[in-house]
């Protein structure tokens, strides 16, 4: 299995991302999928999950900004960032928890 991460990039505290992690491989469908993110000088943290029912969860941080989604015909996990921040800045990793994990993409927001 393979995972492949995209939508990174910069933007403008208050502005937008939707990040985009496709995976190869036939396993998608059956597997909860997650977004983390490290930030610099921190520790890889959780940010959302999903479950292969659809049932999802947060970090406290992003509730309320962040939405996570899947398309299992696509086998495509989504997570549409709303009102960044600047502490939202890091390198945003997708996986199917806890053995799968893509390459990351750097999300950038400037103040």
């Known amino acids: 299995v393979q995972l492949q991460a995209s939508g990174g990039g910069l933007v403008q505290a208050g502005g937008s991302l939707r990040l985009s992690c496709a995976a190869s491989g036939n396993i998608f469908s059956r597997n909860a999928a997650a977004w983390y993110r490290q930030s610099p000088g921190k520790q890889r943290e959780p940010v959302a999950v999903i479950t292969s029912g659809g049932s999802t969860n947060y970090a406290d941080s992003v509730k309320g900004r962040f939405t996570i989604s899947r398309d299992n015909a696509k086998s495509t996990v989504y997570l549409q960032m709303n009102s960044l921040k600047p502490e939202d800045t890091g390198v945003y990793y997708c996986?199917?928890?806890?053995?799968?994990w893509g390459q990351g993409t750097l999300v950038t927001v400037s103040s």
């Open positions: 996986s199917l928890p806890p053995i799968y």
